[in-house]
């Protein structure tokens, strides 16, 4: 019987961050059997999608003179600039065709704020624009919560350690994760996990 306290979060899975997309993953679909099997194990499965407008402030394509990969400032800080990636609507932005959504309770879209990116799936990169997970948890109960997905030095780790300061019990499955690993970033990522008090599984 899946314990009904423990939710699989399985982070963008999606086409434009498996190879052959926009801003693909390394070996980002190997992890996709392993997440679909896992699925049987946990009582909720939440998926989140990387869901952006074409214009939106996170891709270098709106900064001229600026190239994917620099770095800018926002108003909430220093912002990677990205090539442009999983605009809403677009066969990147949906899931990888091997990934089962059948099981998933909720599919949660985040960064559909132009002026805003969204790493983590609790809160957008200004670090207080809540995308309403931490309350559907709550809700329903749920108190300890699995990650899978990609990016692991991105966007699974933002919602990991958002998840540890929101009080959840987090483990991070690493061997179902893959990584940008981007100037240090994958190094950085399992610092500040480690340091947050994420379990690295
Ligand atoms: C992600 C960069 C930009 C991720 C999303 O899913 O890790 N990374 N948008
Ligand atoms: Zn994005």
Redesign the pocket.
Known sequence: MPDATHALLV??VQND?CPGGA?AVPEGDSIIPGINALMDDFAAVILTQ?WHPSDHL?FASQHPGKAPMDLTQMPYGPQVL?PD??VQGTAGAAFHPALRTDRADLILRK?FRRPI?S?SAFFENDKTTPTGLDGYLRTRGITALTLTG??TD??VTYSAVDAVRLGFAVTVRQDLCRA?DFDGSLAAAQDGMAQAGVRLA
Request: with cysteine; aromatic share 24%.
């Open positions: 982070i963008d961050f801003l990387d996170s990205w990636h999983c960064g990116d790493y990609l990016a991105f966007c940008i």
